[in-house]
């Protein structure tokens, strides 16, 4: 059975550093690409990069690049994503998702439950 | 930017057909994905590569392509089937976005 299995919720001031992670399990984790998806309260998703952990080869979203960095261990068949700076805009469900089929990095078949991080003075 | 575009609401009666489009430049040379997302729960691909539908998803949801132009059909929609619904797809240098969702109201 395939599963990604992501860390806790999180709470953390503005300024602070953060680095949540998405385990894979059930299939070969160098062989799919995992992508990471905003959701902010209420409002929809938003796709922020991807990153194939057979060769570290990652793509950002125009809209995310620099602001977040995605990365992935495959010793351990998990992927992350991580901030140096937070910001109270950063309060969002994040989700990370397996491709569909080895070769896609496009469409997500398989979701994690989601990391709350919310990010509050 | 790319935008995916999506009407933010469709309604429909239990038993009938309910129909989701999302209008992009560059469906027609792009795949489209779509997602449904019930209330605290996370997205699932419902339908991949315009009009393939993964394992385990009723054979009521399909896909459809034309043009710019890609349809969501829910065939004998369901209670269960009210969700909010996303497509998704790439603009021509790969740079992949979202529609801005779509809530689907069974009546």
């Known amino acids: 059975e395939v599963q990604l299995v992501q860390s806790g919720a999180e709470v953390k001031k503005p300024g602070e550093s953060l680095k949540i992670s998405c385990k894979g399990s059930?299939?070969?984790?160098?062989?799919?690409?995992i992508g990471w998806v905003r959701q902010m309260p209420g409002k929809g998703l938003e796709w922020m990069g991807i990153?194939?952990?057979?060769?570290?080869?990652?793509r950002y979203s125009p809209s995310f690049q620099g602001q977040v960095t995605i990365s992935a261990d495959k010793s351990i068949s998990t992927a992350y994503l991580q901030w140096s700076s937070l910001k109270a805009s950063d309060t969002a469900m994040y989700y990370c998702?397996?491709?569909?089929?080895?070769?896609?990095?496009?469409?997500?078949?398989?979701w994690g439950q989601g990391t709350l991080v919310t990010v509050s003075s | 930017s790319y935008e995916l575009t999506q009407p933010p609401s469709v309604s429909v009666s239990p038993g009938q057909t309910a129909r989701i489009t999302c209008s992009g430049d560059a469906l027609p040379k792009q795949y489209a994905y779509w997602y449904q997302q019930k209330p605290g729960q996370a997205p699932v691909l419902v339908i991949y590569?315009?009009?393939e539908r993964p394992s385990g998803i009723p054979e009521r949801f399909s896909g459809s392509s034309s043009g710019t132009t890609v349809t969501l059909t829910i065939s004998g929609v369901q209670a269960e089937d009210e969700a909010d619904y996303y497509c998704q797809s790439a603009d021509s240098s790969g740079t992949v976005v979202f529609g801005g969702g779509t809530k689907l109201t069974v009546l």
């Open positions: 059930g299939y070969s984790f160098t062989s799919y690409w």
């Open positions: 998702a397996r491709g569909v089929y080895s070769s896609s990095s496009e469409g997500l078949r398989y």
């Open positions: 590569k315009d009009s």
């Open positions: 990153i194939y952990p057979g060769d570290s080869d990652t």
